[in-house]
């Protein structure tokens, strides 16, 4: 490629980064204002091993939205963390796909921005998956972690269209059984969570790879967990609604057949968990499991 060729596709690259909200890869989700404000008591998960992992602040709009655990090796992310944000379900209009140019080191303002035409993606292909990727793969979906429906505001919708918030998902799981499972928890936690509603979603993985030119290009997710936190909800509500809050988790199989969405103890899933991922004994997805600080003293919590 010429070098003024190169000059004006990093040329168009910084014009278009002026114009689009930002998604920091950072060394601490706390090191970025407001972008703890997507976790519980501001604290991420903890216990994940693996040092590559790169923590994205999902900034749209000059605005952080959420966070993300990215896997550069595979192409996918660990997980999102996000708050929920009461709405009625509906789908998307139309929001471009957009990619993270920060991962590929092209520029220092690491903004989130629409997938360019032509050969500019070439440039960062190597740290993340794009478009490409999912253009000739029939059996698979683009499975948001943190899902449209989960949000209210049009930009917090757009920020969850960039493919670092996105695993291949089967497609008959994806429109079935884990699609059905995110409008029971919108329907829940919309009706019953009084307070702020902090989720993280994420996957485990085996080994297999979407291939595309004879590359292992993208990891194939084996199962999609989630989990939710919200300490401030209705007391009143039905037994068989207020045993699954203050947290509640959620695994499925990321597969055709046998893909029921199974609901379980956040504990459950924690224990699950470690034995599947490469996490230590310190693993935990919420700030003391989601215990919502009291302000009585510890002598006055068992008092009649």
Same mark, same amino acid.
């Given at each position: 490629m010429r070098p003024s060729t190169i000059l004006l596709a990093h040329a168009i690259i910084i014009l278009l980064s002026e114009q689009w909200g930002t998604a920091t890869v950072?060394?601490?989700?706390?090191?970025?204002? *407001?972008? $703890?404000?997507?976790? =519980?008591?501001?604290?991420?998960? *903890?216990?994940?091993?693996?040092?590559?992992?790169?923590?994205?602040?999902?900034? =749209? &709009?000059? $605005?952080?939205? =959420?966070?993300?655990?990215?896997?550069?090796?595979?192409?996918?992310?660990?997980?999102? +963390?996000?708050?929920? $944000? $009461?709405?009625?379900?509906?789908?998307?209009?139309?929001?471009p796909w957009m990619y993270e140019p920060q991962l590929a080191e092209l520029d220092g303002n690491g903004n989130m921005m629409p997938f360019p035409t032509g050969y500019l993606h070439m440039k960062f292909e190597d740290s993340q998956a794009v478009l490409d990727d999912y253009s000739d793969v029939v059996l698979y979906e683009r499975g948001h972690l943190n899902p449209d429906q989960h949000q209210s505001d049009p930009q917090d919708r757009a920020a969850t269209y960039s493919l670092t918030n996105v695993v291949p998902e089967i497609r008959e799981f994806n429109i079935g059984p884990w699609r059905e499972h995110e409008e029971r928890i919108r329907v829940r936690l919309n009706n019953f969570c009084r307070g702020t509603a902090y989720?993280?979603?994420?996957?485990?993985?085996?080994?297999?790879?979407?291939? *595309?030119?004879?590359?292992?290009?993208?990891?194939?997710?084996?199962?999609?967990?989630? &989990?939710?936190?919200?300490?401030?909800?209705?007391?009143? +509500?039905?037994?068989?609604?207020?045993?699954?809050?203050p947290t509640q988790a959620a695994l499925a199989?990321? +597969?055709?057949?046998g893909n029921r969405v199974q609901e379980l103890t956040l504990q459950d899933l924690e224990n699950y968990l470690t034995d599947k991922m490469a996490i230590d004994k310190n693993f935990q997805l919420f700030y003391d499991n989601c215990n919502s600080p009291s302000p009585l003293p510890p002598y006055l919590h068992y008092a009649k």
């Open positions: 950072v060394e601490d989700f706390n090191h970025i204002e *407001r972008c $703890k404000d997507s976790l =519980y008591m501001g604290t991420p998960p *903890r216990g994940f091993r693996d040092s590559r992992l790169k923590k994205i602040c999902q900034r =749209y &709009a000059d $605005k952080p939205r =959420y966070v993300t655990l990215y896997d550069s090796k595979n192409r996918i992310p660990v997980y999102s +963390a996000y708050t929920f $944000k $009461k709405t009625e379900g509906d789908r998307r209009v139309d929001y989720i993280v979603t994420g996957v485990t993985t085996t080994g297999n790879m979407i291939r *595309r030119n004879n590359q292992d290009r993208v990891g194939i997710p084996e199962e999609v967990w989630s &989990a939710y936190c919200c300490t401030e909800y209705d007391r009143n +509500a039905p037994h068989n609604i207020r045993i699954r809050f199989k990321n +597969a055709k057949e």
